[in-house]
């Protein structure tokens, strides 16, 4: 008799040996579960578990070989328990507990933030493409990087995170952006947001100049973020990025379509809901952190998207050809945890009348 053999999740090549899972907290006097019983489990080979997990450290640590969109601890370290240990960064509300175990034994378990351990579920339930093993079709025509013609404009950068410095490097040396000495020179200004308020002191220097200004956000400074919308920054990007997201943010600059008015709890531009023909996807504003569902779904969408604050909630036009507009739900939740139920809709329908709205 033939025993039929589970193959591991990650690279669809090993033996799955070993399982990864996933248990969401949230913090009351302590982090507790916030449901006991619900985790996301990933089956996995003894390699790609080791993989996974070496991941976490070059995070931490700064590795010289970081992969795109890698998490980085920026100059952080690891002291308390309740710090992430990727990412080093301390969870306000939500977090994860991530065990690793072998049958029935375990063989750790880490702390993360929601950032980081959305990013590691992703790439345990789908690790080939980052590691060159194959390609994935999840989205139609959706993955390209585009390369709009940008050649010549003038940039000035201050980051200090290492994964996004090396994206913007390799963006720049991409579209042949030249480099300024000075941001008044530039038409295009990235910065890097922190807990000291270097994005918001930048825009009060640049006065009407701030308009150029795309912020780079990690989770754990929204409060920079806010103040320098509010002095006219033209946007920003999550950190870590991809170089999508930040062609992407330089092209809606060159275009003049950045700016407006923000919405104070998703720090989203406000806009209608979408017209035409094109599906498109939304989700509830939970009550209690805007911001943190807006960060997962900026983080985790393509560049050339567009994501708005839309009739009480968060937008989502994927640029995607309408018969895919299901995978891009599929992954999204997958991304926010189930943070927030995802329809989606057409600019046809009527929107939908929430209960405590319609009384």
Known sequence: ???????????????????????????????????????????????????????????????????????????????????????????????????????????????????????????????????????????????AWPHPRLRGMRTWVRVREAGAAAVLAAATETMGLELCEAPGEADAVLVEATPAGQARALAASLGPAARKMVVLAAHGCRADVARALELGAAGWVTVPATPQQVTAALARLARGQAGGAWDPATLLPVAERPGGERPWLWMPVPGDDGWELAWLVRRFCRGYDTVTATEGGIAVVPVVPPACIGRVRERLREAVGGAAAIEVRRSGELPARRFEAAG
């Open 1 to 143: 008799m033939m025993v039929e053999m589970d193959w591991c999740r990650c690279c669809e090549e090993g033996s799955a040996g070993w399982e990864l899972a996933w248990r969401p907290l949230r913090r009351y006097r302590r982090w507790l579960p916030t449901e006991p019983d619900r985790e996301e489990r990933v089956e996995v080979c003894e390699g790609c578990a080791r993989w996974l997990a070496g991941l976490v450290i070059d995070a931490r640590g700064g590795s010289g070989s970081r992969l795109f969109g890698q998490p980085g601890a920026n100059g952080r370290h690891l002291v308390f328990d309740d710090q992430c240990a990727a990412c080093c960064e301390s969870p306000a509300e939500r977090a994860y507990a991530v065990r690793w175990a072998s049958g029935p034994a375990v063989r750790g378990e880490l702390f993360l933030c929601t950032a980081c351990a959305r990013w590691l579920l992703g790439l345990a339930r789908s690790g080939r493409t980052v590691r060159g093993m194959g390609e994935r079709y999840l989205d139609g025509a959706y993955g």
